[in-house]
């Protein structure tokens, strides 16, 4: 099924993000998680793909396996920063061969000390990749976006006009970065539509449950963090299980104010942890 079709069926989707196994031996360990977060019925389940890294390989087998042997329609995630086109068409046949519809087009981030970049052979932009699948047609097309602005970008008016040229480039919806502040991600919805920006935007929530997380995901993306989030973690930070309890509370809390604004699909980053999903889609049963 193309994502796309589940947005026009639904007033509020909900979905995962799980990553793959970094190393063979970690394989039956996803599985059995992709199993378990697969029996909760999320309309759809994302796959990571790790720029360049040994977890590349795999984004595709967890992605079939999530649609063909669990009956949920899986997005694979796809970066092209260090790709050439021919890579890319083999990585894209690839998910054809295996039946997936759906691919979160993106740059990925650039390797540390590229001197290479950008490498005229390679992709320089997202938008660059999303054109091509575009034109070859067959996919459902997802692209990444921040509602706190790209790392990258001097500001967020340029990063909101790129990001109007991506969608324009052929992007059926967005998903957000993770962020902790609802009033940022309400006011780029904002921004979004002003700028003309209609395809469906995705809220992507973390439920955080240690205080190296936090700082690992912050430092890399750039996350404001809001006082009664801080004090939380300040609270909890020696007792990983009280923490994790918080942080259940606290996405439960952000993901029914997101869907009270109208929000229209609520992207869970479940980490891998099946406890952790189930625990919010309970606290949410019978509000979406
Ligand atoms: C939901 C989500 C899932 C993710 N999953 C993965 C994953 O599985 N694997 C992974 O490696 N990374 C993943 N990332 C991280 C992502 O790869 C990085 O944030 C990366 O640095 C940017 O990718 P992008 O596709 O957003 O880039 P782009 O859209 O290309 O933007 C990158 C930067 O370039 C600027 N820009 C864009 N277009 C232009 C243009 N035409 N001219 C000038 N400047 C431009 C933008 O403003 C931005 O600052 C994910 C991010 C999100 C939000």
Redesign the pocket.
């Known amino acids: 099924m193309y994502i796309k079709d589940i947005f026009n069926a639904k007033k509020t989707s909900v979905s995962f ?1 799980v ?1 793959p196994p970094k190393k063979t031996e970690h394989f039956e360990g996803v599985r059995k998680a992709v199993a378990e977060l697969s029996a909760l019925r999320p309309d759809f389940i ?6 360049g ?1 040994g977890t590349s390989a795999y ?1 595709a087998d967890i992605s079939a396996e999530i649609q063909n042997e669990h009956g949920i329609t899986a997005l694979s ?3 092209c ?1 260090a790709s050439t086109k021919a890579e890319i068409e083999r990585l894209t046949g690839n998910l054809r061969e295996k039946g997936i519809k759906n691919i ?7 390797p540390e000390g590229d001197a290479d970049f950008p490498n005229p052979k390679h992709y ?6 999303i054109a091509e699948l575009k034109e070859r047609g067959g996919f459902c097309i ?5 509602p706190e ?5 001097p500001d967020r008016e ?2 909101l ?3 109007k ?2 969608v324009d480039c052929g992007c059926d919806f967005l ?4 962020f902790f502040d609802n009033e940022s991600f309400l006011s780029f919805l904002e921004r979004c539509a002003a700028k003309g920006i209609t395809v469906p935007i ?1 809220a ?1 929530i973390m439920p955080i449950q240690n205080a190296g997380q936090i700082r690992r995901m912050c430092a ?2 750039g996350a404001t963090l809001p006082p009664k989030f801080t004090r939380m973690v300040e609270r909890y930070q020696d007792d990983p299980a009280s923490l994790t309890k918080a942080g259940i509370a606290y996405a439960t809390d952000q993901i029914v104010d997101l869907i009270a604004a109208g929000v229209g699909g609520i ?1 869970i980053y479940t980490m891998n942890k099946p406890f952790i999903a189930e625990s919010v889609l309970k606290n949410i049963a019978g509000l979406i």
């Open positions: 993000e990553f994302s796959v990571t793909y790790g720029a890294g984004t995630h796809l970066t920063v979160l087009a993106m740059r990925g981030d650039i320089r932009y997202a938008c660059e990749l997802g692209g990444a976006c921040y602005g790209h790392v990258e970008c340029t990063d006009n790129n990001l040229n991506k998903i957000s970065q993770l995705l992507g890399m993306s992207h």
